[in-house]
Nanobody
Framework: QVRLVESGGGSVQAGGSLRLSCAAS????????LAWFRQGPEKQREGVAV????????DYSDSVKGRFTISPDSAGNKVYLQMDSLKPEDTAMYYC???????????????WGQGTQVTVSS
């Protein structure tokens, strides 16, 4: 059974940094893509970063490219999202997801964590 648990959210001022963690267990070989999504107030959920656990390929949404970095730990049991130069528009619930396609579209992800809240004040 796949289980994803996020942590590391919090409140920060604009320009600050946070690092989110996603502890993944039970991720089978065919669910080898882990991604971070977010859903802001009255907004649709959007994919912000994805990583292929096999070859460490990464992709980012245009809204976070150059500011966020997704990376795994050495064992591949955790995935981090380092968020720098945060903006108020980054305020959202952030979710970790596991899926079978290298994509930022949520329809390709079968397993989701409960989320961790990030609030950026101006």
């Amino acid at each position: 059974q796949v289980r994803l648990v996020e942590s590391g959210g919090g409140s920060v001022q604009a320009g600050g940094s946070l690092r989110l963690s996603c502890a993944a267990s039970g991720v089978k070989y065919h669910k080898k893509y882990l991604a971070w999504f977010r859903q802001g107030p009255e907004k649709q959920r959007e994919g912000v970063a994805v990583i292929d656990l096999r070859d460490r390929s990464r992709d980012y949404s245009d809204s976070v490219k150059g500011r966020f970095t997704i990376s795994p730990d050495s064992a591949g049991n955790k995935v981090y999202l380092q968020m720098d130069s945060l903006k108020p528009e980054d305020t959202a619930m952030y979710y970790c997801a596991a899926g079978g396609l290298f994509s930022l579209l949520e329809s390709y992800y079968s397993y989701w964590g409960q989320g961790t809240q990030v609030t950026v004040s101006s």
